[in-house]
């Protein structure tokens, strides 16, 4: 359990963290773009994920889903409160 978290942080951390330098860089006028990207990603986690899960490798497809949606969540919150 205890290598699902962490696995689960990677994965989700490291696209979270370029996505806010790429905001930062272009002073949020690039959400669109950034925000395209990270959905194009999470689309790809989820594919690998389900891909993963129908192989059997429960752990690292579900660590993949689950930091797939926890990016998703953050990026709509945070293009949410830029626009606001």
């Known amino acids: 359990m205890r290598n699902f978290r962490w696995k689960t ?17 272009g002073k949020g ?3 669109d773009t950034a925000g ?5 990603l ?3 986690y989820g594919i690998v ?3 993963l899960l129908i192989a059997e490798d429960r752990e690292e497809g579900l660590a993949l889903l689950l930091s797939g949606f ?13 626009l606001m």
Do not use: E, S
């Not at 942080?9 to 860089?25: D, H, Q, R, S």
């Not at 395209?36 to 194009?40: A, K, P």
């Not at 926890?70 to 830029?82: D, E, K, N, S």
């Open 49 to 51: 994920g389900v891909m």
């Open 36 to 40: 395209i990207l990270l959905g194009l």
């Open 9 to 25: 942080a990677y994965l989700t951390a490291v696209p979270l963290l370029i996505f806010f330098i790429a905001l930062a860089i």
């Open 70 to 82: 926890l990016i998703m969540l953050v990026a709509f919150i945070t293009g949410w409160i830029i």
């Open 29 to 31: 006028d690039n959400l």
């Open 42 to 44: 999470v689309a790809a």
